[in-house]
């Protein structure tokens, strides 16, 4: 069985995990989870293991096999457990579902404030500011631009134009590490 090196690699790297760890947590040798990443053949013992350390099905693992799209709660669940984390990055996909929780929130608090009055929006908005604000951070890191470009939603109506825009560009790719010349 072929394993998808790139979807190995994927998932390790989204848990910040070293190779050392993952050897270690799922009990397999380094040197067999660095010849994995490689693409090398996995078997089934290795599959089964690497399957239960990262919750996935097995068959996930292998080339081949499509790898599904981030599920739309999973990914409101993680921006609201990631609410005030100002570090690390987040994928244009996940963001963006995150951003539909928070409008249907904010709707939903609307909709009580017409009722019993402006309080649940009140509460709501104050809930919801900071990690907005994170969430944005980490969404602009990943799309490689600065995160003080929220600063220019303080720009009256273009402003949060142009913000919403930056949040639209896709992930930039990581610049590879040169070796010095000499």
Not at 141 to 153: N, T, V
Request: with cysteine; glycine share 6%.
């Amino acid at each position: 069985m072929q394993i998808n090196s790139a979807r190995l690699r994927e998932l390790r790297a989204a848990r910040q995990w070293s190779q050392e760890q993952l050897a270690e947590l799922s009990g397999l040798n380094l040197r067999t989870i660095q010849r994995l990443e490689s693409g090398a053949r996995v078997s089934t013992e290795s599959l089964r293991a690497l399957a239960a350390v990262f919750e996935v099905p097995a068959e996930s693992l292998l080339v081949g096999h499509p790898v599904p799209s981030q599920p739309a709660l999973q990914a409101m669940r993680e921006g609201v457990l990631r609410g005030l984390e100002f570090t690390g990055t987040t994928p244009r996909a996940a963001f963006w579902w995150f951003a539909l929780a928070v409008t249907m929130l904010l709707a939903f608090a609307e909709l009580l404030s017409e009722a019993i009055g402006p309080l649940p929006l009140q509460i709501a908005s104050l809930a919801v500011l900071l990690p907005w604000i994170a969430a944005c951070t980490r969404r602009l890191r990943d799309a490689g631009l600065s995160p003080w470009w929220q600063l220019i939603s303080l720009a009256p109506v273009g402003g949060i134009l142009v913000l919403l825009y930056l949040l639209t560009y896709p992930t930039k790719a990581a610049e590879p590490i040169k070796a010095p010349v000499g």
